[in-house]
């Protein structure tokens, strides 16, 4: 099959919503194929602009990386699990998305169990040829509040089972680990902010992944240069821009951290 996926940032300033609580953005279309949804999807997002009380920071929403498109052959059973991710430490977990948060593409994943804390899909596909939408939510907690999300991010994606022709034991995951190391090393820089400064970091990898960067328990500061490369540019650093920077380097089925 020839599918295209990739990734797109957009950037969006609010008006009357500062200090909220929860702000919900989302879309709706109907270009599912038809062979998987007669009606309209939705997908949304929902997160708080509250500045937290444990980290000083607007609460940073947790990622999920993934291929479109995964293939499974018929009678065989897998685990899948989902890449995801906190750029605040917090614990993530997963659910089933619901009502208007998938709309038409809810419950299409029939006889798929998924083990909400490990965020890991168990299927055994007995139930026909075909494809089928995967629509999950990806949602964050701090530490001591498990029941209420700070976030939770959409996930959706297809699943194509198709007839037996190898044999059910060959892996899921078809692309090798990244071999991460961050450079300069040692991992701590110690700067005098006399004069104005820009630090490089670059994150080495085996292999072609692709890449993002993380600060533990705040953003990236702004004009930072190459957020989406193996390179990031701080520029002209500032005392408040101190952290610890994390560099993460996936492909579509998993997803390594550097630490």
Not at 60 to 78: M, N
Not at 92 to 100: D, F, H, N
Not at 142 to 171: E, K
């Amino acid at each position: 099959d020839d599918w295209t996926f990739g990734e797109h940032q957009w950037t969006h300033t609010f008006s009357n919503v500062y200090n909220a609580s929860s702000v919900t953005i989302g879309t709706v279309g109907g270009n599912w194929l038809t062979a998987v949804s007669n009606g309209n999807w939705n997908i949304s997002t929902t997160f708080s602009l509250v500045t937290r009380a444990d980290t000083g920071q607007i609460n940073s929403s947790p990622r999920v990386i993934t291929t479109p498109l995964l293939h499974l052959q018929e009678g065989c059973s897998y685990t899948i699990p989902l890449a995801v991710s906190d750029p605040d430490n917090d614990i993530v977990q997963c659910r089933w998305a619901v009502g208007i948060e998938c709309s038409s593409v809810c419950n299409k994943f029939p006889g798929a169990i998924l083990d909400s804390k490990s965020c890991t899909i168990r299927y055994t596909a007995n139930r026909g040829t075909g494809l089928k939408v995967v629509a999950i939510m990806i949602e964050d907690f701090a530490p001591g509040s498990p029941y209420h999300p700070l976030s939770s991010v959409a996930l959706q994606f297809l699943v194509s089972v198709v007839p037996l022709t190898q044999s059910c034991s060959r892996p899921l995951v078809y692309y090798g680990q990244p071999s991460v190391t961050l450079h300069p090393s040692p991992k701590t820089v110690l700067l005098s902010f006399n004069n104005s400064v820009n630090i490089t970091l670059t994150c080495a990898t085996s292999g072609t992944p692709s890449y993002y960067w993380e600060r533990q328990n705040g953003n990236i500061p702004l004009g930072a240069i190459g957020v989406n490369t193996n390179t990031l540019i701080l520029v002209n650093v500032r005392i408040e821009d101190a952290g610890n920077y994390r560099c993460v380097a996936y492909y579509y089925c998993d997803v390594y951290n550097s630490r």
